[in-house]
């Protein structure tokens, strides 16, 4: 097994458990648009996720673009 395991080398731990609404309280409202959207109620989250990016974001005083 590699240093960092795949999504496909990983064990499952458990049930996912269900993405709820309720979990974006305290978000900011662009934030809570945004996974409102992008996740549906219900669907399975996991445990976990590693994140790899690169370049540069564009953050400005005025908020989103």
Not at 4 to 13: D, F, L, Q
Not at 38 to 64: E, H, K, N, Y
């Amino acid at each position: 097994m590699t240093a960092h395991p795949t999504t496909h080398e990983r064990r499952a731990t458990g049930p996912a458990a269900p993405f709820d609404p309720a979990l974006l309280a305290g978000l900011d409202e662009p934030l809570r648009r945004y996974f409102r959207h992008a996740i549906r109620d219900g669907a399975p989250l996991p445990d976990g996720v590693r994140v790899t990016m690169r370049g540069r974001t564009r953050a400005c005083s005025a908020g989103f673009h």
